[in-house]
């Protein structure tokens, strides 16, 4: 792998992270296409989520602190016997519900290899699929009358039903952010809190993914090279410059662009993936192919 894929690489996932059309997808086509898949791509697209986690805490760091310092609070009242979720404030209610949201993910640990088998196969029908099912979550979710709930109105339902959504986001073409949004607006919060309350959940998912990823790459011998240090880097600008976009889009209620997007990619990727079934080798040979037999 070169410093330019890495950087190509970094900037789809810094893009892809954040405007809910699933970064990991978009990874395995690109992986897919350029012959960059392997036992080591699953590990480079996690360090690239890892990247994208800096520009939440560049976007969100006063919100986040504010969580940091609510955590450590709440469990001395926990334990002080002075804990009570009535009277918790809203930076309090949000870690007690990105905690919840992650229960949901247990599953995903059950059947992890499952997973890792389906981002790792070298067939883009899975993601073909995966884009159509993200595609149609936002078309509902936009849809959807508009809420104003906020964290302060989150209850445990709430936070179970967003949170099984982003277990369904571990599917390569399922956008974790379009998902867990569009289950957000679902279930009648307010468009800004949603984006901001997806960007915040994700960060302990993709830190334990990334706990895990790095402890089998260890043990395999895959070092920090530089286009994955390169690559990194730029998930982390690109991923900021996303934020500032997708809350711009809201705002403005041009949400439904990325499922259109979405559903179109989905076809397109299905069809290609249905002719490389059918000619036995990948569409950019195939087309190389019959490219050099037309110069001949």
Not at 58 to 69: F, H, V
Not at 151 to 157: E, H, S
Not at 166 to 190: D, E, H, Y
Request: with cysteine; glycine share 10%.
């Amino acid at each position: 792998m070169t410093v330019l894929d890495g950087f190509l690489q970094g900037m789809i996932q810094g893009l892809t992270e954040f405007l809910p059309v699933s970064s990991s997808g978009h990874l395995s086509l690109f992986q897919h296409f350029f012959g960059l898949q392997g036992e080591n791509a699953l590990f480079f697209s996690v360090m690239l989520h890892v990247g994208t986690l800096v520009a939440v805490f560049a976007a969100y760091w006063k919100t986040i602190l504010l969580m940091i310092k609510e955590f450590f609070t709440m469990i001395g009242d926990l334990f002080s016997k002075k804990f009570s979720y009535a009277k918790a404030s809203e930076e309090r209610k949000m870690v007690l519900m990105v905690l919840v949201t992650l229960i949901p993910l247990l599953i995903v640990f059950v059947i992890k290899d499952y997973i890792t088998a389906l981002a790792e196969d070298g067939d883009i029908l899975v993601e073909g699929v995966c884009f159509l099912i993200t595609g149609s979550l936002l078309l509902i979710a936009d849809r959807t009358v508009k809420g104003n709930r906020t964290a302060v109105d989150m209850t445990l339902k709430d936070a179970l039903f967003i949170g099984s959504f982003q277990c369904l986001a571990t599917l390569p073409g399922v956008s974790r952010s379009g998902s867990t949004i569009s289950g957000g607006l679902m279930r009648g919060f307010s468009r800004e809190f949603m984006v901001k309350f997806s960007f915040i959940m994700g960060i302990p998912a993709i830190l334990g993914s990334a706990v895990f990823e790095f402890k089998d790459a260890f043990e395999e011998g895959v070092s920090f090279e530089l286009p994955l240090l390169v690559g990194m880097i730029t998930a982390a600008v690109f991923g900021l410059a996303a934020i500032k976009l997708i809350e711009w889009l809201v705002k403005t209620d041009r949400f439904a662009v990325f499922a259109y997007y979405a559903l179109v990619l989905g076809v397109v990727v299905l069809a290609v993936g249905i002719i490389e079934h059918i000619s036995g080798e990948g569409i950019v040979s195939l087309i190389s192919s019959l490219f050099n037999e037309g110069l001949s």
